[in-house]
């Protein structure tokens, strides 16, 4: 950001690139990132994390056992550092069987360009041990019912492995509460009836960010792992700062090194808002952007610090369109944020809950867009589409006034904002 005059110049994120935004200072409320930590050196916290995990032996002694070992690593749509992990850990696994699943859930398989994001170096070594998750197509088998009433449907390569190693990232998450640990089993590689089983529950009040007591949704991912109890487990989980540099690390037992990565993750991802502002731009940052149904995660954070009645403005690129038909089909349908609600109580289908999240915002709120999506599938969606940043929020300031406060959320996919 750079200051000429009363203007201010501010560069907003968008896609691996940028925009610039040019804003009369007094219209300001405030540019939201992750908040600053202290990062040591990312190899020697991971070194540190693996030397001394939680709950159980050392890395080293859990895969110098033998067996079939399956990694379960996050998709391209996370910004969780696979390759880096992978970099300090190569000379342990050298020699044993080891292979990869990626926990997709319910999105698409990899691009070539997000293979090469996830595993860097480690792609042409591995990449015929690297299987991408199909919640519809591969062979999966049941494992159970959740208290909540969800059957439990889980690929059958998760059940084969004698040993399983989670590598994953903890931020919050707009209805799982936070992203990692349990995460990667359930929904990461369950099936798509489970899948949509469990996120019906996004629907409720207690699903939501930084939520896990009472959450339903969280309380199914639980209760997956509940029923492998026996098998041996090895859980890497990274916090990473506004940066994207490995700020902790934790290591261990499934649930006890997500717990410990929480405190790290709250103190990045919530930061403090001093008030609401009539007009929001929340940024879906690389990788993040990759299609509207990931993107509408800076929707959700970024109504954190939205007055009513104010505009809400998504910065996303969607490189690859909407990313979910289902979601699409719904918002297209209907010519209101109600009547979208309103279908959706006479019957759920996987893609809803972000369509309902939305379309609650459309209820006492403007959804604004700058986006890659052509102009009708923008309207289409409850989104106003426009050009650039600059022109959004130019129009944004005079609609809500020539005194409007305009707030930045430069990476609203995982940040929340908490208001004072």
């Known amino acids: 950001m750079s200051k000429a005059g009363d203007k201010m110049e501010i560069k907003v994120p968008y896609g691996q690139g940028e925009q610039t935004v040019n804003l009369d200072e007094k219209n300001l409320a405030g540019i939201i990132h992750p908040n600053k930590v202290d990062t040591k050196d990312e190899f020697e916290t991971l070194q540190h994390a693996l030397a001394n995990p939680i709950g159980t032996s050392s890395f080293k002694d859990f895969i110098s056992g033998g067996g079939k070992v399956l990694f379960i690593v996050n998709d391209g749509t996370r910004p969780t550092p696979t390759a880096k992990v992978l970099d300090i850990i190569e000379d342990d696994i050298?020699?044993?069987d080891v292979s990869f699943?990626?926990?997709t859930g319910c999105h698409r398989a990899p691009t070539e360009e997000e293979y090469r994001f996830m595993f860097g170096k480690h792609l042409d070594k591995y990449r015929d041990r690297i299987h991408s998750h199909d919640s519809k197509k591969d062979e999966l088998v049941h494992i159970g019912t959740s208290k909540n009433g969800t059957e439990m449907v889980v690929n059958k390569r998760g059940m084969d492995a004698d040993k399983l190693v989670i590598i994953g990232s903890v931020e919050p998450h707009y209805f799982a509460g936070y992203t990692g640990g349990r995460k990667a089993f359930l929904p990461g590689i369950a099936?798509?009836?489970?899948?949509?089983?469990n996120?019906?529950?996004?629907?409720?009040?207690?699903?939501?960010?930084?939520?896990?007591?009472g959450n339903p949704v969280h309380e199914d991912m639980i209760d997956a792992l509940k029923v492998i109890a026996d098998k041996p487990i090895f859980s890497i989980q990274t916090v990473l700062d506004r940066d994207r540099k490995i700020y902790a690390a934790t290591a261990g037992h499934i649930?006890?090194?997500?717990?410990?990565?929480?405190?790290?993750a709250t103190e990045v991802f919530c930061v403090r808002v001093e008030s609401k502002a009539e007009i929001v731009v929340s940024v879906a940052p690389y990788p993040m952007d990759v299609d509207l149904y990931q993107s509408q995660k800076a929707i959700d954070n970024g109504k954190l610090a939205l007055k009513e009645g104010g505009i809400l403005i998504l910065i996303s690129?969607?490189?690859?369109?909407?990313?979910?038909?289902t979601f699409y089909k719904l918002l297209s349908a209907c010519d209101t944020a109600k009547e979208v609600l309103d279908e959706i109580d006479r019957g759920y289908k996987l893609g809803y809950h972000k369509a309902a999240k939305m379309a609650d915002i459309g209820t006492w709120a403007q959804m604004w867009g700058v986006t890659e999506l052509p102009d009708d599938v923008m309207r289409n969606v409850l989104l106003t589409p426009f050009g650039s940043v600059q022109e959004a929020v130019d129009e944004a300031v005079e609609v809500k006034g020539g005194d409007a406060k305009v707030l930045f959320l430069m990476d609203g996919s995982i940040t929340v904002p908490m208001i004072r």
């Open 101 to 103: 699943i990626i926990a």
């Open 255 to 264: 649930h006890d090194s997500f717990y410990a990565a929480i405190d790290k």
């Open 94 to 96: 050298a020699g044993a």
């Open 191 to 197: 099936s798509y009836d489970t899948i949509e089983q």
């Open 199 to 213: 996120h019906k529950y996004a629907l409720l009040p207690q699903a939501k960010a930084l939520a896990l007591d």
């Open 317 to 325: 690129k969607c490189r690859t369109g909407i990313g979910h038909d």
